[in-house]
């Protein structure tokens, strides 16, 4: 059982720049962690993911030359660094992960099932509004 916390979301003006922090309860070292999104009546949706061991990372179309996901398995912390904010972007924002994200540990598949991730955290709200 991984338990997954993200912090760090907030009101933001269009622009702006915000820093998520998903934390877990034990290791992350063998799991590849997704960041998902989900706006009020729209679908979840895929953002990023990053494998366990060497940092490859993936980005969906959206979000892809303005988040950037690291992680520090020392601190069993996932990052998701948002900038260029737009309001399209507000939304409760999820980092996920699962026992094939550990099998499947450099991110493939990432973004093909919502299924395929067992362990989600709380949510952390982010609004962007002037």
């Known amino acids: 059982q991984v338990q997954l916390v993200e912090s760090g979301g907030g009101l933001v003006h269009p622009g702006g720049s915000l820093r998520l922090s998903c934390t877990a309860s034990?290791?992350?070292?063998?799991?590849?962690i997704g960041w998902f999104r989900q706006a009020p009546g729209k679908e979840r949706e895929g953002l990023s993911c990053?494998?366990?061991?060497?940092?490859?990372?993936y980005y969906a179309d959206s979000v892809k030359g303005r988040f950037t996901i690291s992680r520090d398995n020392a601190k069993n912390t996932v990052y998701l660094q948002m900038n260029s904010l737009k309001p399209e972007d507000t939304a409760v924002y999820y980092c996920?992960?699962?026992?094939?994200?550990?099998?499947?540990?450099?991110?493939?598949?990432?973004?093909?099932?919502?299924?395929?991730?067992?362990?989600w955290g709380q949510g952390t709200q982010v609004t962007v509004s002037s």
């Open positions: 996920a992960t699962g026992l094939y994200l550990a099998i499947n540990s450099h991110c493939s598949g990432w973004n093909d099932a919502i299924s395929r991730y067992d362990f």
């Open positions: 034990g290791t992350l070292d063998y799991y590849a």
């Open positions: 990053i494998s366990s061991r060497d940092g490859i990372t």
